[in-house]
């Protein structure tokens, strides 16, 4: 059974950084796509930044682009998301997923259970 565990997440100030890291267990975690989505209360659910599962291609979203990085160690099973300059907009529960190919990242298969991260002024 695969399992997506999230860390990192926890209240920063405008303007500060935080990283996110996502456990993968249970399954061949170097042939996965993963990604990080956000929701926050009231909003849909936004795909943040997505990565290949050879770290090679990775994606963002407009909202982050610059401020955001996407990363990983396949030797650590585990995805990494930096994010620098954030801003109170970003304050959202962050969730890891992961899919069988790039095509699917939009349905994941797989989901952490989120970790908070809050922007304060």
């Known amino acids: 059974q695969v399992q997506l565990a999230e860390s990192g997440g926890g209240l920063v100030q405008l303007g500060g950084t935080l990283r996110l890291s996502c456990v993968v267990s249970?399954?061949?975690?170097?042939?996965?796509?993963v990604a990080w989505y956000r929701q926050a209360p009231g909003k849909e659910r936004e795909l943040v930044a997505t990565?290949?599962?050879?770290?090679?291609?990775?994606s963002y979203a407009d909202s982050v682009k610059g401020r955001f990085t996407i990363s990983r160690e396949n030797t650590k099973n585990t995805v990494y998301l930096q994010m620098n300059d954030l801003k109170a907009d970003d304050t959202a529960m962050y969730y890891c997923?992961?899919?069988?190919?790039?095509?699917?990242?939009?349905?994941?298969?797989?989901w952490g259970r989120g970790t908070q991260v809050t922007v304060s002024s």
């Open positions: 249970g399954s061949i975690f170097s042939v996965f796509p």
């Open positions: 997923a992961g899919a069988r190919s790039m095509k699917q990242i939009s349905t994941p298969d797989y």
């Open positions: 990565i290949g599962s050879g770290g090679l291609t990775s």
